[in-house]
């Protein structure tokens, strides 16, 4: 008989936990074309604006005339390139650690990174919010996985000190990607150094935007330390693709001689690393962006303070990704379309990416985006609100 999935189909739909695409015909910045409709994205993480920069367009044509467009082969048979390799030294320098390890993606830079670092007669620590790749990665590693509550060093304190693991690691997000605050770093390490532990952070979300030049969240915090590993994608605010980890020397050598997803896999092709090598230049060089971030910030947590009906609620995020906390599946699913009618795009996201009863409207805000752009978001959620606080 052939596995029927009709009816795990049908038990989503009652949830209203099925997920769907939709298709994007043209991306102008913020301005997404869909069936023929221009709408304003409040849903991209390309935080910065640079995804169709003219300067990174340019550097992906000309690198596809050099290096063609495909890698051929993974990068320990003849896929990294001198683009790869210029690359690496570049983001190591970016974020000042010894030596940096590029990947395709940051899904499988995590899901090798761990598996890598930790195994059989170790532990990994890992905060309850974690993304998906750094939990998937620490049950691939059959390293003894200890989740923590969300940013309680107290707990993970208890955790370590519990723990004969033979090798640590504590495993974070250093900005969390549902919630939008910051991991408290600074004490994490401070527990790193005391419990004789490694700390690997996943700064997706603060590469670019937090810290000075948008060296990323442990630049922002000035962490310094030979146990501090870090991980970053660069499909977000760097505005291409892939990821990379840095930390020292021989750590990193380590992660390119076991991380399974690094060597079974086909090299991000070499336009893709001269692009980013654009990026970083400009994320270096346009603190402008980072200013328009936090003044887009500002206007759309006043506007929100004024206008969402009660029950709904911002987090304390004080980065881009600013979450409006709604509870239930269906009425943050409500909120969602009522949105898309108007001409917005917000992603309702629900369990298990967010645990049950938080369901909530992911608002994520762009350099590309005008202070006119949020103030137009904002009329739009007061016209949907039931009903107005006060
Ligand atoms: C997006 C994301 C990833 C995955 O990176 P990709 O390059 O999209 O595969 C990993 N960690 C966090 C926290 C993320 O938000």
């Given at each position: 008989m052939t596995p029927d999935f009709t009816a795990d189909l049908d038990a989503l739909d009652a949830a209203h936990l099925r997920r769907r695409r939709r298709v994007v015909q043209r991306y102008d910045g913020v301005r997404l074309t869909v069936d023929g409709r221009e709408m304003l994205a409040f849903c991209s993480n390309d935080y910065l604006g640079l995804a169709q920069h003219p300067a990174l367009i340019e550097a992906a044509c000309e690198a596809a005339a050099r290096f063609g467009v495909g890698a051929t082969a993974s990068p320990l048979v003849c896929g990294h390139s001198s683009a790869h390799e210029a690359l690496e030294a570049e983001l190591a320098a970016f974020v000042g650690l010894p030596r940096a390890l590029y990947f395709y993606a940051g899904f499988a830079a995590n899901v090798g990174i761990v598996p890598a670092l930790v195994g059989r007669g170790d532990a990994v620590f890992s905060d309850t919010l974690n993304h998906a790749c750094l939990i998937d990665g620490a049950r691939l590693s059959r390293a003894d996985v200890q989740v923590y509550p969300h940013a309680d060093v107290d707990a993970l304190g208890r955790l370590l000190a519990a723990s004969s693991a033979r090798r640590k690691l504590i495993a974070t997000d250093?900005?969390?990607?549902?919630?939008g605050d910051i991991a408290p770093l600074p004490a994490l390490l401070e527990l790193a150094n005391r419990f004789d532990a490694l700390l690997l952070i996943d700064d997706a979300h603060g590469?670019?935007?937090?810290?000075?030049?948008?060296?990323g969240t442990a630049a922002m915090f000035g962490l310094r330390s030979p146990r501090l590993i870090v991980m970053a994608t660069?499909?977000?605010?760097?505005?291409v693709a892939g990821a990379f980890v840095a930390g020292e020397d021989d750590l990193v050598e380590w992660i390119m001689q076991r991380a399974r997803s690094y060597i079974f896999a086909t090299a991000a092709p070499a336009l893709i690393a001269e692009t980013l090598r654009v990026s970083l230049k400009l994320i270096a060089a346009e603190e402008w962006r980072r200013q328009t971030l936090q003044d887009l910030n500002r206007r759309l947590r006043a506007g929100c303070a004024k206008v969402?009906?009660?029950g709904w609620q911002l987090t304390a995020?004080?980065?881009?990704i600013q979450p409006i906390i709604i509870g239930d599946n269906a009425s943050a699913l409500a909120a969602m379309s009522g949105l898309w009618q108007k001409g917005f795009w917000a992603p309702a996201i629900r369990p298990p990416t967010v645990?049950?009863?938080?369901?909530?409207?992911r608002l994520s805000l762009s350099a590309a985006h005008t202070l006119g752009d949020v103030d137009q978001l904002i009329e739009a959620l007061a016209s949907l609100a039931p009903q107005t606080p006060g």
């Open positions: 250093a900005v969390f990607s549902m919630d590469f670019g935007v937090l810290g000075e030049g948008g060296r660069l499909g977000k605010a760097a505005g969402l009906p009660s995020s004080k980065t881009p645990p049950e009863g938080t369901a909530r409207l």
